[in-house]
Nanobody, 118 residues
Framework: QVQLVESGGGLVQTGDSLRLSCVVS????????MGWFRQAPGKERELVAA???????SYADSVRGRFTISRDNAKNTVYLQMNSLKPEDTAVYYC????????????WGQGTQVTVSS
């Protein structure tokens, strides 16, 4: 059973920074591709950033240049560094894991709230 636990959300002001963390249980973390998603009220869930097992990263256009995804395989942890936060970044942020051979994310965390005030 793979479990994901996010932390690091909170209430910040426009222009501030936050770092989200997601700890993944299990011995095969290094083989998973990881993603950070977010869902704002009334909106569909969107993929914000992703990192492959090999460390290749990708970003949504709305966060490129402001957010950085990284992973520490020794700690079974994936991070999302969020800089220059904007009110439109307000959402519940979820981390997710998928096996390298699958196209869909199979494992999800419970989510952490990020609120950016103007």
């Amino acid at each position: 059973q793979v479990q994901l636990v996010e932390s690091g959300g909170g209430l910040v002001q426009t222009g501030d920074s936050l770092r989200l963390s997601c700890v993944v249980s299990g011995r095969t973390f290094s083989s998973y591709a990881m993603g950070w998603f977010r869902q704002a009220p009334g909106k569909e869930r969107e993929l914000v950033a992703a990192i492959s097992a090999g460390g290749r990263t990708s970003y949504a256009d709305s966060v490129r240049g402001r957010f950085t995804i990284s992973r520490d395989n020794a700690k079974n942890t994936v991070y999302l560094q969020m800089n220059s936060l904007k009110p439109e970044d307000t959402a519940v942020y979820y981390c997710a894991a998928r096996s390298a051979i699958r196209a869909t994310y199979d494992y999800w965390g419970q989510g952490t709230q990020v609120t950016v005030s103007s």
